[in-house]
């Protein structure tokens, strides 16, 4: 599934996430320490990217693109 998203690793202190479904889609969430920044409104924050999976013919494909989504850590 990694190769199928084009992930090669997370950076220097990034993080994989995967999460399961009930509906057997599986859910992997990248966040890289690359990608923090400073912002005086909103404390230290980061993007992550989220790639959905679903098995087809016996193999793991992503359904559509990946999406990049805002986190806010304090």
Do not use: I, Y
């Not at 793991?60 to 989504?69: H, L, N």
């Amino acid at each position: 599934m990694l190769a199928a998203a084009g992930v090669s690793n997370t950076g220097k202190g990034g993080k994989l996430h995967w999460f399961g479904s009930d509906d057997g889609q599986v859910m992997l969430c990248r966040v890289s320490s690359d990608n923090r920044t400073s912002n005086s409104l909103l404390g230290r924050d980061c993007f992550s990217t989220r790639w959905l999976f679903s098995e087809r013919d016996g193999a793991w494909q992503p359904e559509g693109e990946a999406s990049t989504v805002f986190c806010g850590n304090d």
